[in-house]
T-cell receptor, first 111, second 116 residues
Framework: DQQVKQNSPSLSVQEGRISILNCDYT??????FLWYKKYPAEGPTFLIS?????DKNEDGRFTVFLNKSAKHLSLHIVPSQPGDSAVYFC??????????FGTGTRLKVLA | GAGVSQSPSNKVTEKGKDVELRCDPI?????LYWYRQSLGQGLEFLIY????????KSGLPSDRFSAERTGGSVSTLTIQRTQQEDSAVYLC??????????????FGPGTRLLVL
């Protein structure tokens, strides 16, 4: 049973445009969410997080939106750059050390 | 370097052999995690260490898998009698949970295990 789902395995976006990566979850007890970015042959690196008490968190070109009623979060990258091409994982936690990760979305930003 | 390191970076073994995977966390990080990523799958939680103890081993797939951590630092994940389905990337992460919002996990580059 996949508690955290990233239904789009891949996404291609033109440089300069917005990239929107989506993540859905089923456990209403999740209260903390993160996005990680992974380049080939490297471990995932933390990108941005959001607590369930907020519905938006912004850090430079990256914004995460949380819709608790829909159990949905999304990562927006504006403007997209070729260096953003990577696999993006969302992860969720119920307030403990244990994070449940999605299967990832491979983003390709076309120059 | 200051990051999480893992060795070996790649490991090819024959079915039935034992393998040991090593993780060196960031100095001072008390929490250490092992994950597995099989082809086309997300990161699957295996085990969590706080210091040298493992309060949560719930993710270990079978009794062929074990892990230990010594000196609150280096951790070893051992897979006995490897099977082909054990082929995956094994990722280690560490964190210094002083409060919830700083519990970012820092990942190593992973060990790619291939069981023939």
């Amino acid at each position: 049973d996949q508690q955290v789902k990233q239904n789009s395995p891949s996404l291609s976006v033109q440089e300069g445009r917005i990239s929107i990566l989506n993540c859905d979850y089923t456990n209403s007890m999740f209260d903390y969410f993160l996005w990680y970015k992974k380049y080939p042959a490297e471990g995932p690196t933390f990108l941005i997080s959001i607590s369930s008490i907020k519905d938006k968190n912004e850090d430079g070109r990256f914004t995460v939106f949380l819709n608790k009623s829909a159990k949905h979060l999304s990562l927006h990258i504006v403007p997209s750059q070729p260096g953003d091409s990577a696999v993006y994982f969302c992860a969720a936690s119920t307030g403990t050390y244990k994070y449940i990760f999605g299967t990832g979305t491979r983003l390709k930003v076309l120059a | 370097g200051a990051g999480v390191s893992q060795s070996p970076s790649n490991k090819v073994t024959e079915k039935g052999k034992d393998v040991e995977l090593r993780c060196d966390p960031i100095s001072g990080h008390t929490a250490l995690y092992w994950y597995r990523q099989s082809l086309g799958q997300g990161l699957e939680f295996l085990i969590y260490f706080q210091g040298n103890s493992a309060p949560d081993k719930s993710g270990l797939p079978s009794d062929r898998f074990s892990a230990e951590r010594t000196g609150g630092s280096v951790s070893t994940l051992t897979i006995q009698r490897t099977q082909q389905e054990d082929s995956a990337v094994y990722l280690c992460a560490s964190s210094s949970p002083t409060n919830r919002l700083s519990e970012t996990q820092y990942f190593g580059p992973g060990t790619r295990l291939l069981v023939l």
